[in-house]
């Protein structure tokens, strides 16, 4: 298989080590458009944002980034005052180097909460960041983001608008704090497309709906959830600015990207053994349905049966039951696949079961119920709830 | 120490084996009242509601109940038709069998989900669960009831009422499946004093809601939740059927024995090695205080610090940002026992660290948020999340 190319042209990348990261790993990444960009961005819905955040969120109101700063290892989050000033700093360390306007510099930090950002650590990593910029350093600027995350997550789609090649690159970093509403997660999208900001923002907030905020490691929503997407315009063809056809083809490419990338974030969720699709159907409306779905994926009896490969589909029934949708007991199907094991309320027990226990050892499976009270439906991706799942989150910061 | 005496005038217990639990341990409990006696009882808010369930909460409302009659390894519940069926034959052989009216027998299971009461067994076992009854039989019962349980939790008071020595026994088994609006639990009380059963119900209610609702395993809510409280006059006072001063005696008792109850059901949470007290001050209002505290109290990143020892607080501020309540990240303060960690949304770092620190070393800790925004406090006690939790849940069935 032919190594997949990052190259986006106008866009440099890096990555660094600078000890941040107590191990040694790239700790600290530059991305970087030779011209102004236009930039959509989406950040974490909890009320307590990282410094980075609130900075990044401030300069997306001008429209346009020439550089993404991130570095993992800290997430200068609950830093107070301090944390701030440190996070500006970096941005204008950055803006200087490369001699461009500091508000087209965006922060973004992941990993300990609370403890104050090692700015010098940073700062004496600079020079040798932006000297290592390069077309070709996209895996670099990946391997700086990730923290728990065992295997890199990176996506890349090329199309055509009006007659030009486009060419799309995303990385994404997770791997717990995953739910709705954004992941725990970094990710960055760059293209050379040429887009409006503002209906780049929409683009990014349709494809971020049916990909990152469908996806649940384990109900936690994080200080520090970022994602950035920059269109450099550098493919040449005449600025897009509203939906239309050219439109809906980038749209489609980007729901791709970003799906996919969230995708892998469950695949890595922290622990996670298996990659579990719930589908609710049947739900009285929308809202029913996705509680229904969440209750299920959240559930920890649930994701420890996955784990024990249990096909104990009583305590999806239980889920339901105190999700606050509207079910009626003696309606609900469950299927594993397509084998079914609930039928009216009731398990089918015998060869049903034997053949949903099939199901739950492969690595990746769906779960669907069917609530029969009306046409909603609603699906989510989750992972189960493993034993490397504790063993990871209890020695995190050691 | 002196063994504690279970012996309330006017009751027999009884508990033995019928193979339903697979390791032959006591499985069908009896607990029989020699007169008629008034009856209280609290059910799941799940919707999906074991058959025992719906059965005894159709019979509460006659307010009088002679026999309980209680199994565990099979909840009966996602069982249809048949189910409710079966839960009546088992009342109705009782009834037979003691010579009572069936609808004073009321029923109750636990155990797994969505399998066929074994119903020949229960039979079989019914003439020698009624043979064995004895005044004595307290811990017979009690075991029968347990499930993942790791240790028999029951508590015994005495008070005087209208001169007369009147006496509390309960019994509760957990331990999984806890949450607020009743926890996974089934648990039993019974009294000689003489009460309406509408006074009761009330009493029962206001203990519970400071006690079995403030609890909190793992935020699930079962299908067979169940407490009742059997008063049956033998103590000889006239009836109480208001809240005056003895009313408020027996309150205060029974609100003594339902916390230390669910005090015990947190400690013999599934794989819990600590008991934490989160307490959140300075709500806004009582909603955003409960909030506040049961989204600390359900995070599996909070939890699994817990379990690692870890001062990881951020994880604490970090679910108060998406726990929906309102708060302000400069003002929020955080408190390990006594030890402050965060002052003004900041670690304080250093020492205050390596205190709170020694304070997650303990069995048993507290720990405090002070949102300072209002008169509000809620607190709900907890435990981490362990290895063996996800242990135990994932081979529950097998």
């Known amino acids: 298989m032919k190594p997949l190319d990052f190259r986006v042209p106008g866009f440099l990348f890096s990555g660094i080590p600078t000890w941040v990261k107590k191990d040694g790993r790239r700790d600290l990444g530059l991305i970087y458009s030779e011209v102004p960009a236009s930039v959509a961005g989406l950040f974490t819905s909890n009320k307590i944002k990282a410094a980075p955040v609130q900075l990044s969120m401030e300069r997306l109101r001008g429209g346009l980034c020439r550089a993404v700063i991130v570095n993992s290892g800290n997430a200068n989050a609950c830093t107070g005052g301090p944390g701030l000033k440190d996070a500006r700093e970096v941005t204008s360390l950055i803006a200087e180097g490369l001699a461009i306007d500091e508000r087209l510099v965006f922060p973004a930090s992941t990993g300990v909460i609370g403890v104050p950002l090692p700015v010098k650590k940073i700062r004496e990593g600079i020079p040798g960041l932006i000297d290592h910029l390069s077309p070709e350093g996209w895996m670099r600027t990946v391997e700086a983001i990730m923290t728990t995350d065992t295997f890199p997550k990176v996506e890349v789609k090329t199309c055509r608008i009006k007659g030009k090649q486009v060419k799309l690159c995303g990385m994404v970093k997770g791997a717990g704090m995953i739910r709705p509403d954004l ?14 900001a503002s209906l780049l923002q929409r683009m990014l907030g349709k494809a971020a709906e049916a990909s990152f905020n469908r996806i649940t490691v384990d109900g936690e929503t994080s200080t520090n959830d970022t994602v950035l997407l920059l269109a450099n315009g550098r493919a040449g063809h005449s600025c897009l600015n509203r939906m239309d056809r050219d439109g809906e083809i980038f749209q489609s490419v980007l729901l791709k990207v970003c799906q996919n990338l969230a995708g892998s974030l469950v695949k890595d969720g922290e622990g996670a053994t298996k990659v579990v699709e719930i589908e609710v159907r049947g739900g009285r409306n929308p809202e029913d349905a996705k509680k229904a779905a969440y209750a299920i994926a959240h559930s920890p009896l649930v994701k420890t049966a996955f784990f024990g490969e249990d096909a104990n589909w009583g305590r999806i029934v239980c889920a339901l039951g105190y999700s606050g949708a509207q079910v ?42 069917d609530l029969h009270l009306g046409k909603s439906r609603f699906s989510v991706l989750t992972t189960d709830l493993s034993i490397d799942y504790v063993k990871i989150n209890a020695s995190y910061r050691s």
């Open 328 to 369: 009626n007991p003696d309606r609900i199907d469950v299927f594993f696949d397509k084998s079914p094991i609930v039928k009216n309320g009731v398990g089918l027990g015998g060869r049903s079961e034997e053949r949903a226990g099939q199901v739950l050892k492969k690595k990746s499976f769906k779960v669907t119920v």
């Open 183 to 196: 992941a725990t997660m970094l990710s960055f999208l760059v293209t050379d497309a040429d887009i409006s």
